[in-house]
């Protein structure tokens, strides 16, 4: 597998991580504050997934995705 097509898989599974981290940590917080730094992971995670999904999509249409 190419590197640069690793490091997207890597990125997309660090992305879930964050999903999982942020529902977790939202659901165990015990003030505003935590919701606010669950609330920019999780939203953080969603922006780079759909980043890293469109990259993804743009290397399977060049034939460049293992």
Same mark, same amino acid.
């Given at each position: +597998?190419?590197?640069? !097509? #690793? !490091?997207?898989?890597? &990125? *997309?599974? *660090?992305?879930? =991580? +964050?999903?999982?981290?942020? !529902?977790?940590? @939202?659901?165990?917080? @015990? @003030?505003?504050?935590?919701?606010? *730094?669950?609330?920019? *992971?999780?939203?953080?995670?969603?922006?780079?997934? #759909?980043?890293?999904?469109? =990259? #993804? !999509? &743009?290397?399977? =249409?060049?034939? #460049?995705? @293992?």
């Amino acid at each position: +597998m190419k590197a640069c !097509n #690793k !490091n997207i898989r890597k &990125t *997309l599974k *660090l992305v879930e =991580e +964050m999903i999982e981290l942020a !529902n977790s940590g @939202d659901a165990d917080r @015990d @003030d505003v504050g935590c919701g606010i *730094l669950y609330g920019i *992971l999780r939203d953080s995670a969603y922006r780079i997934k #759909k980043i890293a999904e469109e =990259e #993804k !999509n &743009t290397h399977r =249409e060049k034939g #460049k995705w @293992d």
